[in-house]
């Protein structure tokens, strides 16, 4: 494997959704034909293996092989039925505390790649989405009317802490702005 694959697969992992060739020819610094080939050989390479290639439209994302659906499909059973796992909670207390927030900023506050979990949160209706009005190619993550009737608030704010965190989020937001001119 080059190491133009290697960075491509690495690339992909993180971002957990599709990327357009034209941004991982951007990211990588390289001629998009250069790319396609890398991926087309990346493609090669994960024959055989537990994921695959998938791509549509010049856009790329990594997912599991088909023929390990069924495995996937008692993981993803098992994961839903039983209760949050610490990443989960860590990521939820995230999107609670700092939302509505992007995937990547949730991916960079925990230093991992959270795709799996998000997606976990919102499919059990504990969080929800919306697009980002700053980048149409994006989503920002905020709790669900079901996790407020669960946690048995009536708004965010009545949650333990909110009220100053969020104070002390408005005063280093403000700082931030300062700094900026």
Do not use: Q
Request: proline share 4%; charged share 35%; glycine share 6%.
């Amino acid at each position: 494997m080059s190491d133009l694959e290697k960075k491509l697969e690495a690339i992909l992992f993180v971002a957990g959704e599709p990327l357009h060739l034209e941004k991982l020819s951007k990211i990588l610094k390289k001629e998009e034909s250069e790319i396609k080939e890398a991926l087309g050989k990346l493609s090669e390479n994960l024959r055989g293996t537990g994921l695959t290639l998938l791509e549509n439209e010049e856009r790329y994302t990594l997912a599991t092989s088909p023929e390990l659906s069924e495995d996937i499909t008692a993981y993803m059973k098992s994961e839903l039925g039983e209760e949050l796992s610490r990443a989960a909670l860590e990521t939820l207390a995230v999107i609670v505390y700092k939302g509505p927030i992007s995937r990547t900023s949730i991916d960079y506050i925990r230093g991992v790649n959270s795709s799996f979990t998000v997606r976990n949160l919102m499919i059990r209706g504990i969080i929800e989405r919306k697009p980002d009005p700053k980048d149409s190619r994006s989503w920002l993550y905020f709790p669900s009317f079901d996790f407020m009737k669960f946690m048995g608030i009536e708004k965010l704010e009545n949650l333990k802490g909110y009220p100053e965190f969020r104070k002390e989020m408005d005063v280093l937001l403000e700082k931030e702005k300062k700094e900026e001119l």
